[in-house]
């Protein structure tokens, strides 16, 4: 299936939006070091509107931008753009907490080498920006995100490669999964004529062919990602304690932002907009809690904003038919509305800011709200 140009923001090719200019910036895996996040919040201030938003790819946004090239130059400067020819094919997701908590093995070296050399090859910055990679320790979480290539592990050494969001059945070692994820990737766009993603595919000639020359994996069953949030005080396998909040929105202040980064951890932001603070001691843990939560961090798995989460809406998008955050604000303000299943808001069909997981879609039209499943 063809698809119109893909104008997916970047830092470099920022939108035009109606309260000034967006730009989205790459977090492989959805990591943010402590140092970057904190130039981040300069930008915020200085550039744009105080705040970050999260993604449902586990990046982030900056919007309200006046001056492009004077943020630009910022995110540079925090290494948050190593090889700016790539700088828009950002999508590589991995496990949460992969290496800290659960999973059948650590992702994160397989994911660090995907990075490097999807960068250092000049062909593959010419995927669309909408092209996704995962790699799944096997939790499931990953894979219900769909990705156009990735892997899913299936023991401690082995990854099942997954195309199109589906395992494929074909084994690859994790030596060799992000080498093979590249492969695919090339395959891609020799298949694609001005395809987006793998699933738009109407043929995938050179992406069988690949898939026929790998050994098959030994028969398991897909796992079903988990269902619960990753909010709260959650043990790592090491004793220590990563902390998991969200926000409203997914809309994080720049101050709280700048006392996230004083905290010195690894941050992860997930498809889920949730933020994890990384490998602390029940002490910091519990600081952590006191400090941030009265400033607007949500550390409760029950919050409804656990599962809801809204495009940006009227004033920020003039092509909404509502202000949606508002909407949904009061909404979840009326005492006995609950919220049992993931649900997404938006202010018109385009649908902006979907979940790629199963979600219920609350699109705003010309006369209401309509609910439909997704």
């Known amino acids: 299936m063809s698809r119109p140009a893909d104008r997916c923001p970047g830092v470099f090719s920022a939108h035009p939006a109606a309260d000034g200019h967006l730009a989205r910036i790459r977090l492989p895996g959805g990591l943010i070091a402590p140092v970057q996040l904190q130039a981040l919040v300069v930008v915020a201030d200085e550039f744009g509107d105080g705040h970050m938003e999260l993604t449902s ?44 908590r659960g999973g059948l093995l650590d992702g994160r070296p397989v994911l660090d080498r995907l990075d490097v050399a999807l960068r250092g090859d000049n062909l593959l910055a010419a995927l669309p920006a909408r092209f996704l990679f995962g790699v799944d320790d096997g939790r499931g979480d990953v894979l219900a995100e769909a990705p156009d290539v990735g892997v899913v592990a299936v023991d401690s050494g082995h990854f099942d490669l997954v195309v199109a969001g589906n395992p494929t059945g074909r084994q690859v070692t994790a030596d060799r999964a992000a080498v093979t994820m590249l492969d695919v990737a090339h395959a891609f766009l020799t298949d694609r004529a001005d395809e987006w993603r793998v699933q738009d595919l109407d043929a995938s000639p050179t992406i069988t062919g690949l898939l026929e020359g790998l050994p098959r994996t030994r028969p398991h069953t897909p796992p079903a990602p988990p269902s619960e949030p990753l909010v709260g005080w959650l043990a790592q396998d090491d004793d220590l304690i990563s902390l998991g909040s969200v926000v409203p929105h997914g809309r994080l202040s720049a101050r709280i932002a700048e006392f996230l980064a004083a905290i010195e951890r690894d941050i992860y932001l997930t498809p889920r907009k949730e933020i994890l603070v990384c490998d602390l001691t029940d002490g910091m843990a519990d600081t952590v809690v006191r400090v941030l939560a009265p400033m607007g961090l949500i550390f409760d798995a029950t919050s409804p904003w656990t599962r809801v989460s809204a495009c940006s809406g009227l004033p920020g998008c003039d092509k909404s038919h509502t202000d949606v955050r508002g909407d949904l604000e009061q909404y979840l303000a009326i005492g006995d509305q609950s919220v049992d299943s993931r649900e997404h808001w938006v202010g018109c069909e385009r649908g902006c800011g979907s979940p790629h997981a199963a979600h219920i879609r609350v699109q705003a039209t010309p006369v209401g709200y309509e609910r439909r499943a997704f």
Not at 60 to 82: E, F, M, N, S, W
Not at 84 to 94: A, F, G, K, T, Y
């Open 57 to 100: 790819r586990g990046n982030l946004q900056l919007r309200g931008i006046a001056d492009v090239a004077g943020a630009g130059d910022l995110i540079v400067d925090a290494d948050l753009i190593p090889t700016p020819s790539h700088e828009r094919v950002r999508n590589l997701q991995l496990s949460a907490l992969s290496g800290r």
